[in-house]
């Protein structure tokens, strides 16, 4: 997404951003979904299970975003676990070591590594995490990249593609539905991998390259040869991760974004401070981690500015500012644009090609 973006491409759709809502505390990885599918639930302080007040029918079935909500909110109110009270405990105990074991047996040994508990006789510490971007590179539904140009939003740059969660051809919305991913890759690669059959059938040959870009590209990778004292990639890498927890999280109100963009602007001047205190020109893995805190800085800037713009609530992007879903203003898709830090528009499909429409109306429990 990056490489897309200094190529000048934009991210649309940046600020939709899942977060799971089990994952181990303090450590991220995830506590599979099945674990309430089997029959686990979330349970605060005391001890109550708190979901049944938040989707009454679904309870602790209820999508992705809405048990991630939940969770931080019984946290922020004060009901939270631990000694932080930061955290709340997702129960499987009662289930029977049997049934963990057969059925869950990855959770197992994920909370006895990471929490270190056996879940079989006690409960996991979980936090939301952030999970999977539904936004990404705008395609088409052949994988093409597509971005406003003289003759309307969605103009094919020829020869460019993107399938994956590095893509956004926009099947997701505001919200994807666990499983749907893999969905997104089999059908959306497969469309992508035949267009680009047909494409080098008519283009066989390479167009003549762009000499300012080469320069562009050795310039990014030469600059980390700078030699001298200076800030180190894990020492900004931390920063960066605090300001996008702190500002990027479930919750987004105009002043937590605003500071957010700010923070993730003070983080990107300070690349240039960072200095690389290993050289060597092979299998240099610290290198490798400097190009990618690069990538991650300028993907942040577009979630963030993206979600500041973005005044509304929409699946998994929540404004307590502006709690409800407004489609009379904001049924569009954003394209956040890296020069400038400049966020624009693009209508949403209404019209299936196959199809009936049917009117897009919001989800509830
Ligand atoms: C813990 C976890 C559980 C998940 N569970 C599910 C699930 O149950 N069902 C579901 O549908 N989805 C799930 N997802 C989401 C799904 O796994 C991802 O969306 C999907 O794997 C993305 O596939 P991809 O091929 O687009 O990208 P990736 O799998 O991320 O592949 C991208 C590849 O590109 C390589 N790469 C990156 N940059 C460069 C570069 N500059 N040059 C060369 N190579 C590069 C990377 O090393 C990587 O191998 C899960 C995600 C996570 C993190």
Redesign the pocket.
Known sequence: MA?ALRAGVPLMDMEFFQF?PTGIAGKG??I?EGVRGEGGYLVNKDGERFMERYAPNAKDLASRDVVARAIVTEVKEGRGCGPNADHVMLKVDHLGEEIVSKRLPGIRDSAKIFAGVDPVVEPIPVFPTA??VMGGIPTDRLGRVVVPLQHGPEEVVPGLYA?????CVSVHGANRL????????LVF?RAAGQDIIEYIKENPNHRPMNEASVEIAMSRLSRWEQPGEGITVRELRDEFRKVMEDHAGVFRTDEIMREGVERVKAVREKLKDVRLTDQSRVFNTARAEALELENLIDIGMAIALSALERKESRGAHSRPDYPDRDDKNWMKHSLYFQDEDRVDYKPVHTKPLTVETFPPKERVY
Do not use: F, P, R, V
């Open positions: 490489m799971h990885m995830l599979t999970h999977y399938a994956g969660e590095c893509a666990g499983g749907n991913s893999l969905l997104d890759i690669g």
